[in-house]
């Protein structure tokens, strides 16, 4: 049997961009939309994606939930490690303090970094730990909706 692991990987990424769109998220795949983006006033939480296994059973289930709460970001985003490398350089650039990590999440308030949660921070844990920690730092920094 022959496999074509582009074609593979291709799925794999289209099913991974379906999955954080439906629940809410804009992708953001150039280096000024990050720009526009991040200069609105208000919060942003920016999921940054990925094809790894801790993104799809942990991650992105995560970010589907984590935003039914009283309290929300403004802007929900997201940028692709490893696919979208110029948008998520730019994201980065943001996150001062915090090392490149992904997946990962990180908040953000009129364009600076307020939290993040690490790759550390969601592999190996329950999805329900890390919506718990998003609605935290939602409780803390967001606005009721």
Not at 31 to 49: H, R, S, Y
Not at 57 to 82: E, S, W
């Amino acid at each position: 049997m022959n496999i074509d692991f582009n074609l593979f990987m291709n799925d794999v990424v289209r099913q991974a961009r379906k999955e954080i769109t439906a629940a809410g998220y804009t992708e953001l795949t150039t280096a000024e939309a990050v720009d526009e983006t991040f200069k609105k006033p208000g919060t942003t939480l920016v999921m940054v994606n990925s094809v790894c296994g801790c993104a799809g059973g942990i991650a992105r289930p995560a970010a589907a939930h984590a935003v039914h709460y009283d309290k929300r970001p403004t802007n929900l985003v997201t940028v692709f490690a490893g696919q979208d490398k110029e948008a998520t350089a730019r994201a980065r650039e943001y996150f001062e303090g915090y090392p490149p990590s992904s997946p990962s999440f990180a908040l953000l308030k009129d364009g600076k970094i307020i939290t993040m949660v690490e790759r550390h921070e969601i592999e190996g844990h329950e999805p329900m730990s890390v919506v718990m920690k998003l609605q935290e730092a939602f409780e803390q920094h967001c606005e009721e909706v």
